[in-house]
Structure formats: C-alpha cells, structure tokens
C-alpha cells in the first residue's frame, strides 16, 4: 500500500508540472518579446502584413477597389478584418486606403484616432498597390496607396458606414396634412454621414393646407399644376491646378479626376449652367422631360389678397464654404407680394477666401499647416547614432504660409533641452515660402545622440498670406 501511494503522489504532481508548463507557455505566447528592439519588431510585423497583402491577388484586388473608407464598403472591410486578425491582441491599429499622387489628401491618420493616440508611440508601414494584372484578360488599374498605423494598448472604435450619401435635409409628405424631414450629415465624432436624431421628423400642416409632393412643404389645396424642371448643361471641361478659378463665370463646377503626368498632376474639371424648363398650368400634374430635375412644383393662382413671406434674400454656404448661395425674395408669381426664389450661387469665392453664413461676402481664409518626416538612414558612430529622416511641411486650406522661425528641442535619458530659434529655414528647405496647397521638404535633416531614450521635436511657426499665424510641429521617438 505504501509503495501505491507513493506512485500516486508522483502522478498528481506531474499532471501539476504540466498544467503550470501549459499555462506559461500560453501566457508567454501572447506576449511581445521585450528582448527585440520595439522598432524592430513594430517593422517586422507590419512589414510581414503588407507583404501578405501585396502578394494575395484578392486582397490587392480589394486595395485597388476601395470607394470609402468605412464599414460600408465591402473591399475597406475585407482589408479591415483581415489586417485586424494579424495584429496581436494587445496592439491597436487602423488604416488607410488612399489614392496615389493626391494633391489634397496626404494618407494621413484620422483625426479621431490621432488625438485619441497623442500619448501613444505610432509606427507607421506603407505600400503601393497600383495594378493588378490578374490572368491579363480582366486586369484592374487604379493605384492606391494602402497605410497600416500600430500602436501598443487597446484598440479604438471609430470605424463605421454611411447611412446617407448627402450632407443636406430631404422633405417629403408622410400624408396629405404631414411633411416629413430627413437630415443627412455628421452629427458626431466619426468620419461618417448619418441621419440626425431617430433619422426622420414629422410636422402636421396647419388647418386647411395639404403637404406638397416635391416640395415638402405646406400650402393650400393646388386646383392647377405646373412643374419648374432645371437641368445641368455642361459648358465647360479642362485640366488646370485650380479649376475654381475656371468655374467662377459658371452656376457651378467640380473636380472630375486627374490628368497630366505624375510630376506635374493637375485636376480635370467641368463647370456648367443650370436651366430651367417651366410647364404651363394644367388640371393634372405633368412630367418634366427626360433627363431634367424637378426643382419646384405647384402653380400659385393669385389671390385678392396676400402677404409678404419674405423681406430679404438668403444667403448661406455651400458644404465646403467655397460659394455663397442666395434665396432671392421677389415676387414670383405676380401677385403683388414677396416670395423667397429657388436656391442658386451668388458667387465663388475664390482661391484664399472662403462663404460667411448668412452674408454675400467672402473672408480670408485661414491656412491649414501641418509638418511629418519620412525616417531614412541610421548610422551608428563609436559614441552614439545619427538617425537622418525628410522634413515636410504641407499646407492644405488654399493659402500661401511664410515660415518665420522654427525650433528643435530634445527629451532624452539625461537630457531636456532646446536649440536656439532659428528665424531662417530657406537654408534647408530652399525656401521659407509655402504655396497653397504645397509642401516644401529638407531631405537630410538628422539627430545624434547616444542615449537609450530620446525624442526630438520640430516646430514651425509661420504667416499665411491673410495675415493668420499658423503653427505645425512633429516628435520622433527612438
């Protein structure tokens, strides 16, 4: 009996050894290995992740098909997830998909998970996707630039899909006596459109009035119709860096794409008219032609008496604050009083200015600056290493920025302090003048030091051409 027991004993405690061995090794298996350099390892895995991608003909597939970058779009998905299965728990990342070459849009972070990261070191790989060839029967071009940002802590939840396509109010009847509202836009900290509050609103018309189809409003029961259509004539198309300052004779105009060569990329355009077709009253409603919108309906039959429903125009902006827009109050339907006319432009802009709501008239508008490095060499010296990187600094808000004065400071193991103000950077840069929507760069800026822990921070302040002080700086940690 007492040899049995001894044998029990030895089993139970090697069945202990093996639960304990097991549990460390799980543990240990989900944990970053201390012993590699961070930037090393950071390199590796997100090295390891675009290569995956750049080599799977699907997942470039989905790279070069990417519309928007959200839930919505099943390509930015597929990406999103696959990319999310790679990266180890205890790591937080996101991604962008850009297009190459774009001359407003730099493939930065978004800006609710850069400020939700300010205390977080970032590391940043990227690739370029620009064709995929297939069997050569069906092949797909449309370079992209595909960014993966990492970051050791928890992951941020800022990805979503649009539930809208336009940021504007959509009216329509519920019923006879009921309009309905739908507001389309941003209306929280994401980078999505989304409809406002439970996404529809109702109000009843007053006693006596009937909900307009088409024009989702109010008024009184119509015996005769009529239908003001306008429709978009196209007027003029080109391929300049500025195509608002070709539009500005025109109703309007918009970017359609790119053209000329990579090092010298400008904007394809097009500006055009809108006219109107005008119906004549009839008992029925009739249908404007084909191809043309319908912008007002309802024929107003003048009344023995009436009142003004409007003294003055209206002015507001349009969503990106480059054209005033007016509602002109008039009397459109001869009938002695004043009414507010269809929205239309009252006018452009132009490049350096931007819309005041509720005014006709423009105001300088402020520069955007922002300053990022591109990493390059690193050379190790007997006492220390020089780390050599490209300076940028980019303005995107169409307004020119003088640099001023700029100045490096450092927070290392044994070290905190500030190099002097330097009040002319043209030396580096080649200039100290920024155009709109420009950049100028310092492609062999470098730091040395010999220290386990160090950050160097640039910072530029400058002058737009409005007279606004501007401000941009980086941090590279090593």
């Known amino acids: 009996m007492k040899n049995k027991r001894g044998w029990m004993l030895i089993l139970e405690a ?98 609710p998970i ?139 105009g918009s970017r359609t794409g790119s053209c000329g060569p990579w090092y010298n990329r400008k904007d394809s355009y097009q500006c055009w008219n809108d006219e109107e077709v005008i119906t004549e009253c009839s008992e029925e409603p009739v249908s404007c032609p084909e191809g043309v919108e319908v912008a007002r309906s309802g024929c107003v039959i003048p009344a023995e008496e009436c009142e003004d429903s409007c003294s003055a125009d209206v002015y507001s902006c349009d969503g990106d604050d480059a054209k005033i827009l007016v509602k002109e109050c008039k009397d459109l339907n001869e009938d002695g009083c004043l009414e507010l006319d269809n929205v239309k432009v009252f006018k452009s802009c132009g490049t350096g200015k931007m819309c005041v709501a509720g005014s006709s008239v423009c105001m300088d508008k402020t520069a955007s600056l922002s300053a990022s490095y591109v990493m390059g060499t690193i050379a190790n010296t007997g006492g220390g290493t020089y780390y050599y990187y490209t300076s940028i600094i980019s303005e995107s808000a169409g307004v020119g920025v003088t640099i001023g004065s700029r100045q490096k400071c450092y927070v290392g193991t044994y070290t905190n302090k500030c190099d002097a103000i330097k009040y002319n950077i043209a030396t580096d840069y080649g200039t100290n003048y920024i155009s709109s929507n420009g950049q100028i760069s310092d492609p062999i800026s470098y730091f040395w030091t010999d220290e386990p822990a160090w950050t160097t921070t640039e910072t530029f302040l400058g002058t737009d051409d409005n007279g606004n002080s501007v401000s941009a700086s980086y941090s590279i940690s090593i």
């Open 114 to 252: 850069f400020i939700a990261t300010m205390d977080k070191d970032i590391y940043v790989e990227e690739i370029v996707v620009s064709a995929e060839l297939g069997e050569g029967t069906d092949a797909v071009y449309s370079p992209k630039k595909l960014k993966l940002f990492v970051w050791e802590g928890e992951d941020i939840e800022v990805d979503c899909f649009n539930e809208c396509e336009v940021e504007e109010t959509i009216f329509g009847c519920k019923d006879e006596s009921t309009i309905s509202k739908r507001e389309c836009g941003n209306f929280d900290n994401d980078f999505c459109l989304e409809y406002a509050g439970e996404g529809e609103e109702f109000e009843d018309c007053e006693e006596g009035k009937e909900c307009i189809e088409g024009l989702g409003l109010c008024d009184e029961p119509l015996t005769t119709f009529e239908l003001t259509c306008s429709k978009r004539v196209i007027t003029e198309t080109g391929c300049v860096h500025n195509f608002d300052d070709e539009c500005n004779e025109w109703d309007g």
């Open 14 to 111: 090697t069945i202990a050894v093996l639960i304990v061995s097991g549990v460390l090794i799980t543990v240990y298996s989900q944990q970053v290995d201390r012993g590699i350099d961070p930037v090393d390892y950071y390199n590796s895995l997100q090295g390891q992740i675009l290569a995956d991608v750049s080599e799977r003909s699907d997942l470039r597939l989905n790279v070069l098909n990417v519309e928007s970058e959200d839930l919505g779009d099943g390509n930015f998905t597929t990406l999103n997830d696959f990319i999310g299965g790679k990266i180890p728990e205890s790591f937080g990342y996101s991604i962008r998909v850009c297009e190459l070459g774009d001359e407003v849009d730099y493939c930065k972070m978004r800006a």
